[in-house]
């Protein structure tokens, strides 16, 4: 079946340090992935996609590059704020046919920017 | 835009009590919602696929008599808790697929905290 797995927080990082969440993937066919963030006390939110391989998906300075060869969707950002401070979710969906479209979510991995 | 809610944010009940979550797309209509489960430190878990005007489908292992799930218009889900027992609290968080988008995103709502003493 389907997994993904993501690197265990937390991560802590000071302000403008460069951040890296690692992701790795399990499936059949060719899933589309993503990243999720969750602020506190909110629901999830769409950070960004990449629904074929070698596509990267970009939002807010976040970027990840969808790689095939290694399973891979590693999230990364040049510069982090304080303001990034969540609990980021590697996630695919496979295309499943009839509408399916089930996401598969990794265990999260929370993020703290400190000044 | 893509707004998802869900009622009541936290709730606490007694054992053997029912519990009903509500989740709503507030601007947009979703033929599919999901029901998903999130224990701490782990992923989200997906309990069900909610189609309105149809039945839910239930992913394995999930007890369909145990978490009843209504899908009966475009813009509301139902989750209840049936009898509830401690070992059901849990954060559940919903999601709504918005119809007619290219591209089937999931907007997912800010969750319900259920304990259940």
Known sequence: GNSVTQMEGPVTLSEEAFLTINCTYTATGYPSLFWYVQYPGEGLQLLLKATKADDKGSNKGFEATYRKETTSFHLEKGSVQVSDSAVYFCALSDRVTGGGNKLTFGTGTQLKVEL | ?117
């Open chain 2, 1 to 117: 835009g893509a707004v998802v809610s869900q009622h009541p944010s936290r709730v606490i009940c007694k054992s053997g009590t029912s519990v009903k979550i509500e989740c709503r797309s507030l601007d947009f209509q979703a033929t599919t919602m999901f029901w998903y489960r999130q224990f701490p430190k782990k992923s989200l878990m997906l309990m069900a696929t909610s189609n309105e005007g149809s039945k839910a489908t239930y992913e394995q292992g999930v007890e369909k008599d145990k978490f009843l799930i209504n899908h009966a218009s475009l813009t509301l889900s139902t989750l209840t808790v049936t009898s509830a027992h401690p070992e059901d609290s849990s954060f559940y968080i919903c999601s709504a697929r918005q119809n007619g988008r290219l591209y089937n995103e999931q907007f997912f709502g800010p969750g319900t905290r259920l304990t259940v003493l």
